[in-house]
C-alpha cells in the first residue's frame, strides 16, 4: 500500500487528478475494481483510475444491489481501493442515502475515505441496478437538490449525475433531467442503460447542441445488461470520456471461485487447477511484500518458494 510504505503518495486530491484526466483528447477507461487487489491488479495492467460499483460491492458481501449498504460501508472499500492503489477511484453513490443532508455527508465521508469523484442516481429506494425493469423514478427537482448538496460540500470530490430516466421518459426526459443537473452543478452526465449506438450518438450529440457544448459524459459497459458490447474506441467515437466496467472483475473471480469449489468436491482438493491460479510469487509480487518487510528491520525477507512441491 503506498500509505504504508511512502512512495507514491500523490499530494494533489485525488478529484483534482481524475479532472486532469478528463482534460486529455483519449476516453478515460475506468475498470471495476470491487478490493484492494483487484485495483492493484488493474493498476499493474496500465489503468490509471478505477471505478467502485454498488453491484460489486453488494455482491461480495453476499446481498443484491437494492441500496441497502450504508456510507461508512462504502468507505471501508474506498479507503483499502485508494490506499492499496493511490489511483483516482470513481465510486457509485446510489441515491446519496437520503436527501441533501446525508448527501452532503456523503461526499465529506467519501472524500475523507479516498475518492476522487461520486456518482449519484435519480431512482428512488428500494433503487436497482440501471439495467434492470421497473425502476421508479424521483422527482427531478429533489434530485437537482441533492446535486447541489453535493456540490455545496465538496472540497475537491468530481460531481457525476446519473439519469435513469431514458427507460421510461424517452431520450427528450433524459437530456431534460441532465440539463437540470448540470444547471445544479454535476460536473458530467451519467446516462445509465442505453440500448444502442444510436441512443449513446444522440444523447451526446443533442446534450451539447443544447447549449453544453463542453459537457463530460459517462457510458456503462456492464455484461448482461441492455447496452451491447461496445469498445472504449467506439464510445469515444459516441461522444463519451468516461467508460466503466463496474462489475467484470467480480464476475469473472465469482466464476474462478465457483468452479475451484466445485473441483474440491469432486475431486478431494485443487490439484486440477492449480495453473489457473495466482502462484505464491505473482501475489507477493503485486502486493510488493519485500518493500513491506523492508520497513521493519525485526522481518527477515522472504524466500519464496517457486514451484508446488512433489510427492
Same mark, same amino acid.
Given at each position: 500500500?503506498?500509505?504504508?510504505?511512502?512512495?507514491?503518495?500523490?499530494?494533489?486530491?485525488?478529484?483534482?487528478?481524475?479532472?486532469?484526466?478528463?482534460?486529455?483528447?483519449?476516453?478515460?477507461?475506468?475498470?471495476?475494481?470491487?478490493?484492494?487487489?483487484?485495483?492493484?491488479? +488493474?493498476?499493474?495492467?496500465?489503468?490509471?483510475?478505477? *471505478?467502485?460499483?454498488?453491484?460489486?460491492?453488494?455482491?461480495?458481501?453476499?446481498?443484491?444491489?437494492?441500496?441497502?449498504?450504508?456510507?461508512?460501508?462504502?468507505?471501508?472499500?474506498?479507503?483499502?481501493?485508494?490506499?492499496?492503489?493511490?489511483?483516482?477511484?470513481?465510486?457509485?453513490?446510489?441515491?446519496?442515502?437520503?436527501?441533501?443532508?446525508?448527501?452532503?455527508?456523503?461526499?465529506?465521508?467519501?472524500?475523507?475515505?479516498?475518492?476522487?469523484?461520486?456518482?449519484?442516481?435519480?431512482?428512488?429506494?428500494?433503487k436497482k441496478c440501471g439495467h434492470l425493469n421497473d425502476?421508479?423514478?424521483?422527482?427531478?427537482?429533489?434530485?437537482?437538490?441533492?446535486?447541489?448538496?453535493?456540490?455545496?460540500?465538496?472540497?475537491?470530490?468530481?460531481?457525476?449525475?446519473?439519469?435513469?430516466?431514458?427507460?421510461?421518459?424517452?431520450?427528450?426526459?433524459?437530456?431534460?433531467?441532465?440539463?437540470? *443537473?448540470?444547471?445544479?452543478?454535476?460536473?458530467?452526465?451519467?446516462?445509465?442503460?442505453?440500448?444502442?449506438?444510436?441512443?449513446?450518438?444522440?444523447?451526446?450529440?443533442?446534450?451539447?447542441?443544447?447549449? *453544453?457544448?463542453?459537457?463530460?459524459?459517462?457510458?456503462?459497459?456492464?455484461?448482461?445488461?441492455?447496452?451491447?458490447?461496445?469498445?472504449?474506441?467506439?464510445?469515444?467515437?459516441?461522444?463519451?470520456?468516461?467508460?466503466?466496467?463496474?462489475?467484470? +472483475?467480480?464476475?469473472?473471480?465469482?466464476?474462478?471461485?465457483?468452479?475451484?469449489?466445485?473441483?474440491?468436491?469432486?475431486?478431494?482438493?485443487?490439484?486440477?487447477?492449480?495453473?489457473?491460479?495466482?502462484?505464491? +510469487?505473482?501475489?507477493?509480487?503485486?502486493?510488493?511484500?519485500? +518493500?513491506?518487510?523492508?520497513?521493519?528491520?525485526?522481518?527477515?525477507?522472504?524466500?519464496?518458494?517457486?514451484?508446488?512441491?512433489?510427492?
Amino acid at each position: 500500500m503506498p500509505y504504508v510504505i511512502g512512495a507514491d503518495n500523490p499530494e494533489e486530491p485525488a478529484g483534482h487528478r481524475f479532472g486532469r484526466l478528463l482534460e486529455r483528447k483519449q476516453i478515460l477507461q475506468l475498470p471495476g475494481a470491487h478490493n484492494g487487489m483487484a485495483g492493484l491488479l +488493474a493498476k499493474k495492467a496500465g489503468f490509471e483510475g478505477l *471505478y467502485l460499483s454498488g453491484a460489486a460491492m453488494t455482491l461480495s458481501m453476499g446481498i443484491p444491489d437494492l441500496g441497502m449498504i450504508t456510507v461508512d460501508e462504502v468507505a471501508f472499500h474506498i479507503r483499502q481501493i485508494a490506499r492499496a492503489t493511490a489511483l483516482p477511484l470513481l465510486v457509485d453513490g446510489d441515491t446519496g442515502y437520503g436527501e441533501a443532508l446525508n448527501v452532503m455527508h456523503m461526499v465529506r465521508t467519501f472524500e475523507d475515505a479516498g475518492a476522487a469523484a461520486v456518482h449519484l442516481e435519480d431512482q428512488l429506494l428500494p433503487k436497482k441496478c440501471g439495467h434492470l425493469n421497473d425502476k421508479k423514478m424521483a422527482d427531478a427537482h429533489d434530485m437537482a437538490a441533492k446535486v447541489a448538496a453535493a456540490r455545496k460540500a465538496r472540497r475537491h470530490l468530481y460531481i457525476i449525475a446519473r439519469t435513469d430516466a431514458a427507460a421510461s421518459e424517452g431520450m427528450d426526459g433524459a437530456l431534460a433531467r441532465a440539463k437540470l *443537473y448540470l444547471d445544479s452543478g454535476a460536473d458530467a452526465i451519467f446516462p445509465e442503460a442505453l440500448n444502442s449506438r444510436e441512443m449513446f450518438t444522440e444523447f451526446s450529440r443533442r446534450i451539447r447542441a443544447e447549449g *453544453y457544448p463542453e459537457v463530460k459524459l459517462l457510458a456503462n459497459m456492464t455484461e448482461f445488461g441492455r447496452t451491447p458490447f461496445f469498445t472504449a474506441q467506439e464510445f469515444e467515437e459516441m461522444g463519451y470520456q468516461m467508460v466503466i466496467w463496474p462489475v467484470s +472483475a467480480a464476475r469473472v473471480a465469482n466464476k474462478a471461485m465457483e468452479e475451484l469449489f466445485q473441483s474440491i468436491r469432486e475431486n478431494g482438493g485443487t490439484h486440477k487447477l492449480v495453473d489457473r491460479m495466482q502462484t505464491r +510469487a505473482e501475489l507477493y509480487d503485486v502486493i510488493n511484500l519485500h +518493500a513491506y518487510e523492508a520497513l521493519d528491520s525485526s522481518l527477515i525477507q522472504t524466500i519464496v518458494p517457486t514451484s508446488m512441491p512433489q510427492r
